[in-house]
């Protein structure tokens, strides 16, 4: 594809999304975008632009999906988190920011759709990282013995309003609002003093389903389109 090509190609498929296109047609557009600048990604400035741009819309159409699927395995919230946290804070190293994991230690096991699980929690990342003030951003997460706790912190303000508005909206705090709560779980946010706090509250899983791995730091930063990247690139 020319340079030409790919503008058109991608304006066309922006044009289709916003009229509420096949979201299936659209992602096929994209890969062979994807597939193009990838290959020209040293090769100037407009391939790297046109992912940038290519992301964006790719974020916006897992953003605007329903995010609840029945699932009937369980895995541990705490090694999926770090795992995150450990990508976040390579992608968000060039902005000065750095995420900082503290947890028990323990396994922590929930049962919800993993994908989903996964990109709500980059999203969330994503977020505090292009908002956050402050250098540092600190991700907890525990247990109370019936949910797991998992607490996102960092420096500057978030209003009620914008908050609502961003809920209300299919991007990606819309998302991972929908998402929580489809899963049986709650978020909140709270913002004052120059501080900011997401709160999530997801039930442990029971111990006779299955459990299965979660996607590992090598799967999630070789994938170029894996969740970390859709969160973080053209945000």
Known sequence: MTGGQISAELARLYDDFEKGGQINNIRNGLQNIFDECF??????????????????????????????????????????????????????????????????????????????????????????????????IIVTLKSDGKNALLCISDSGEFSYDAFQSAVIKTGSLGFAVRFFESSGGAFAMESSDGLTAVAVKLPLAKNSLPAVLPLGIEELLYDRLSVIYTAFCGH
């Open 39 to 136: 290959l020209n990604a040293l090769c100037g400035s407009f391939y790297r632009e046109a992912l940038d741009r290519s992301f964006s819309l790719l974020r916006r159409v897992e953003n605007s999906a329903l995010p609840y699927v029945s699932v009937k395995y369980r895995f541990d919230a705490s090694y999926a988190v770090e795992g995150l946290c450990f990508c976040a804070d390579v992608l968000g190293f060039e902005k000065g920011k750095k995420i900082i994991f503290e947890s028990s230690g323990n396994t922590i096991y929930i049962s919800a759709d993993m994908k989903g699980f996964l990109f709500s929690v980059s999203n969330l990342l994503a977020n505090a990282v292009k908002y956050s003030a402050g250098e540092d």
